[in-house]
């Protein structure tokens, strides 16, 4: 429903910009087409120019300082994957979970979960009372953070030494809502781009930073 109410305002949009474009001539039905056409689209060409350019100076992987001999790591925000153990070659993952109120919404507690691979391949969890590892990945908040200019987001993904409070590396991901338009009617008008990634991005992050045995 609101993707037809979304076409019948284009539509009808359209149909007043023919219409008044009609209506004058010579170089002011130009200017007249002109400004109907930057009214929904101004801000594309600025957004992808600034997407280009952050993509370029931020976005990526920055890696400060790397470790050898890391059995597991503890997880903040994010979850657990059967390539941190197939691929990646951990012998455990720690997540740190919020336990909300039910009733208020808010977190009030924290559980920990140990999670390994097990002998049938597949992964299993165990509840523990503290995580041991000193490295900890912590995943940038997806919702309304990290807002930019001509609708960019920036999230950053960090792995941290617990003991030092150093951040050890960096996942910069920078992408476009879109212009103006596609904001305003979003999902219906697609986003605007991505950096362009490695598909071994999330490996190299890993890998390269807190070294498995």
């Known amino acids: ?119 049938d391949g597949k992964v299993k969890n165990e509840k523990i009372d503290r995580p041991l590892s000193r490295y900890a990945y912590k995943e940038a908040p997806r919702i309304g953070e990290g807002r930019m200019d001509f609708g960019l987001v920036r999230n950053i993904d960090s792995i941290l030494d617990l003991q030092t409070n150093e951040i050890m590396a960096t996942r910069t991901e920078i992408y476009s809502r879109g212009n103006w338009l596609q904001r305003y009617v979003s999902p219906i008008l697609g986003s605007g781009g991505y950096c362009e990634r490695d598909r071994s991005e999330y490996k190299k992050f890993y890998v390269g930073t807190i070294r498995p045995i």
């Open 1 to 119: 429903m609101t993707g037809l109410v979304v076409l019948g305002i284009l539509l009808a949009y359209i149909a007043i910009a023919v219409g008044i474009a009609s209506l004058v001539k010579g170089a002011w039905r130009a200017l007249v087409i002109a400004v109907f056409v930057l009214i929904p689209t101004w801000d594309i060409i600025p957004g992808k120019v600034a997407l280009a350019h952050y993509c370029e100076k931020e976005g990526g992987i920055r890696i400060y300082r790397s470790v050898d001999g890391v059995e597991g790591f503890l997880s903040l925000g994010g979850g657990v994957y059967e390539e941190y153990f197939k691929l990646y070659g951990y012998k455990y993952v720690e997540i740190a979970k919020p336990v909300r109120d039910p009733r208020a919404g808010h977190s009030v507690s924290t559980e920990y979960i140990r999670a390994t691979l097990g002998d």
